[in-house]
């Protein structure tokens, strides 16, 4: 009697037909069988069908079959064979139903190891993939246990067995002792730990990771505790870079302002004393002008590095925005302590200005704040010293400002200004005058629109009472709108009445030229008054381009114009390179400023500036308007060098929009 397993070929895993094999040699055991055979079920032929392929059809006939069912899967089948027809006895037939069951338990057996080391073969990946490994420490024997990947992470010899005593080269720089303070712990309450520390590969790398615990407590045997390993060097690595942006600034790499934040709040919370000096570069907005930021950013961080060289140990240095450094001297907060520190300050920015090629940055300002003396909090301090450094700059600059109380009433009452010219532009409390602007023999030919403050209880006060608004840019931007709005308004009224001028001057600041719609802006409001563009003259002041985004601005210059608009370039001569920009701007008239007017006949450099200006622009083509003009000495000297036009109190003082108009008519009429 032969017995044969079929099934289909390579349908079966590896380790499953192995164990076929032991089940063969299971039935010779069981059996009284002269062989055992394992063909496949597309070849077997036994009884004429799935027989023996070895054999002819005549001699084996099938006598049993009995299915291998693993689990709902049919594998294949136990088929008995006998030379000649016989049937099964019950003992046979219980023989084979017993091995068939026990082949079934075989191939399952099999499987399940197989599962087993796919399963451990996976972890092992896992493990690495995660960079995390599993430990066991078993106190009562002193030993740990560590998986392939801890071990590997270790970069120890997977040979080399680890104890409890061990675990300290590992972990130097006092990270051993914790993890025994944590162990201890765990041991004592039962409760697991978790831990970020660092640790030192057998090649003496330094690494960070993460160990999570839990502790085994089994009756009789002594306690475990066992977990998890995780690296954490990327994490952290990203962590430290992370904070070493949040606290460090990119163009110099010193400090920033979130950094000396924190470290003056550590020295007032502890009560210590100390000074702010804050340093800003005058004219640094010149140097970007002329040679772009990336010769700025290069100067920046060369002040940086001198004030590194030149400052105290104990000194703190950050770069706290735009041009300004600040130095925080812990202990120091009188005078005589602050004087001491100067000079290396001082040495440390002439050495930079010095290393400048064009010296177009060559003196600082400086403001001084002390605590607890000035502020007892960080933000105070620094407020107090911000304080002293724009006093600095609004006295000229080059020149060192020490906090005082009056400051802080300044700056509190700047603040109050603000908050009233919001009141009044919600009251619509802020109108127009117009200034005539005639020729010399005093015809009109335009006007500027100057703004004027209705107030509720000074009554109509000039823009020297409000002027803190124009420099902050939502104000400026919001009353720029104001005088747009109500200049092309009025220009439509006067049209329509018959008043005969060439044009309406509205002044524009940096914050308006910023705005991405300001050229949609005045379309808007040109369109729906039905002002002819031409009679808008749009007044800039060369600062424009020093203060704000040069592309913007370049780029808003031209939409504006494209529209139709006229340009002024208001306060010529004052400002940084104004021959260049007078290619820049492409300007139609130049406006000499008033203060080099009112000094004609008094001061012979200003008249001969007023004289070059007045020849350049009729070089150009240009219409000249001087501002200022008071005097009939002005006048004539003005007159007998060309001017085109004259604006000033000797013709008219700004007045409302009636009153401008009933000026003008007489004028015109002549």
Known sequence: ???????????????????????????????????????????????????????????????????????????????????????LSAAEQLTLTQLTAMVVDQLRAQEQQEDLQQQAALLRQTERLAQTGGWIVDFEQGTALWSE??????????????????????????????????????????????????????SGRTRWARILAEVELTPGVGPRVLGTFRDLT???????GLRNATFHDSVTGLFNR??????????????????????GLDNFKALNEARGRNVGDAFLQNVGERLVTKLSSDSFLARIGGDEFAVLLPGVHDSDGILRHLPAIQAALDAAYSSEPDR?????????????????????????????????????????????????????????????????????????????????????HGFEALMRW????????????????????????????????????????WTATGLEFE?????????????????????????????????????????????????????????LRALGVSFALDD?????????????????????????????????????????IISLGQALGLQVVAEGVETATQLAFLEELGCALIQGFYFARPMAAAQAAAFARPSLAS
């Open 1 to 87: 009697m032969s017995a044969y397993f079929p099934h289909r070929k390579n349908a079966l895993p590896r380790a499953t037909r192995s164990g076929i094999d032991r089940v063969c040699e299971l039935a010779r055991t069981l059996l009284v069988v002269d062989r055992v055979l394992v063909v496949g079920s597309d070849d077997a032929r036994l009884g004429g069908s799935d027989g023996d392929p070895t054999r002819r059809d005549d001699e084996l006939v099938t006598v049993g079959r009995f299915a291998l069912d693993l689990d709902g899967k049919i594998l294949g089948s136990l088929v008995v064979a006998h030379a000649g027809e016989r049937p």
């Open 149 to 202: 990947e801890l071990y590997r992470l270790h970069e120890a010899d997977p040979t080399e067995p680890v104890t409890f005593q061990s675990l300290k080269d590992f972990y130097p720089n006092g990270h051993a002792e914790r993890l025994d303070a944590e162990f201890k712990q765990a041991i004592a309450t039962g409760r697991g730990f978790e831990l970020d520390l660092e640790y030192r590969t057998r």
């Open 360 to 444: 177009l940055v060559t003196s600082s300002s400086i403001g001084v704040s002390t605590f607890p003396g000035d502020a007892t909090t960080a933000a105070g301090v620094l407020q107090a010293a911000e304080m002293a450094l724009r006093q600095a700059k609004a006295l000229g600059g080059s020149r060192i400002e020490y906090f005082a109380p009056r400051l802080r009433d300044v700056v509190e009452g700047k603040i109050a200004l603000l908050d009233d010219v919001r009141r009044g532009l919600a009251a619509n409390e802020f109108m127009l005058h117009y200034q005539p602007i005639c020729d010399p023999s005093g015809r009109v």
């Open 572 to 612: 010529f001569g004052t400002g940084y390179a104004s021959l260049a920009h007078l290619k820049e701007f492409a300007v139609d008239r130049i406006k000499i400023d008033r203060s080099f007017v009112q000094e004609i006949g008094v001061n012979r450099n200003d008249a001969a500036i007023v004289r070059a």
């Open 234 to 240: 990327a994490q952290h690595e990203a962590e430290a």
């Open 503 to 559: 044009y309406v001057a509205v002044n524009l600041s940096s914050a308006q030229l910023e705005e991405d719609d300001l050229a949609d802006v005045v379309a808007s409001l040109l369109r729906s008054s039905g002002v002819d563009p031409r009679r808008l003259m749009l007044e800039v002041t060369e600062s424009v381009y020093l203060d704000g985004n040069r592309d913007r601005i370049a780029s808003t210059l031209h939409a």
């Open 258 to 279: 979130k950094r000396l934040d924190v470290r003056l709040d550590e020295l007032c919370q502890a009560g210590e004393r100390g000074a702010v000096v804050l340093v």
């Open 454 to 493: 209705d107030h509720s209880s000074l009554g109509v006060v000039g823009p020297g009472h409000f002027m803190a608004a124009f420099y902050e840019p939502e104000l400026s931007i919001t009353l720029g709108l104001v005088a747009l709005r109500d200049a092309i308004e009025q220009m439509r009224e």
